[in-house]
C-alpha cells in the first residue's frame, strides 16, 4: 500500500507560480512512476505531467514549457513547479503513484488561478 500526500496548492494570480509537492510512503519509492493529473469542475480527469522510475517525462500540451516535473527519492518526494499560471489551469491537482501495475492517488489538492 503506498499512500500519497500532496500539498501546496492554492490561490494564484495569472502569470504566478506554484510548486506542488506529493510525499509518498513506502521503501521502494525510487521503482515508482509518478504523475501529477488535474480535473476541472465538469471536465475529466487529465495527465498533466508524468516522470518515471527510469527518469522518462511526459507533458500534456497545454503545460509544456511552463510545468516542471521533478523527483527527489531521498525525500520520497514528487513535485510539481508550475510557472506562467492561466486561469484555465484552474483544478484539483492529483499524485499518482505506480508500482508494479498497480496506481494509487492522492487525496488532491485545488489550485485556483483567478485575479
Known amino acids: 500500500q503506498v499512500q500519497l500526500v500532496e500539498s501546496g496548492g492554492g490561490l494564484v494570480q495569472p502569470g504566478g507560480s506554484l510548486r506542488l509537492s506529493c510525499a509518498a510512503s513506502g521503501r521502494f519509492f525510487s521503482t515508482y512512476d509518478m504523475g501529477w493529473y488535474r480535473q476541472a469542475p465538469g471536465k475529466q480527469r487529465e495527465l498533466v505531467a508524468s516522470l518515471s522510475s527510469g527518469g522518462s517525462i511526459n507533458y500534456a500540451d497545454s503545460v509544456k514549457g511552463r510545468f516542471t516535473i521533478s523527483r527527489d527519492n531521498a525525500k520520497n518526494t514528487v513535485y510539481l513547479q508550475m510557472n506562467s499560471l492561466k486561469p484555465e489551469d484552474t483544478a484539483v491537482y492529483y499524485c499518482?503513484?505506480?508500482?508494479?501495475?498497480?496506481?494509487?492517488w492522492g487525496q488532491g489538492t485545488q489550485v485556483t488561478v483567478s485575479s
Open positions: 499518482k503513484a505506480t508500482m508494479s501495475l498497480v496506481h494509487y
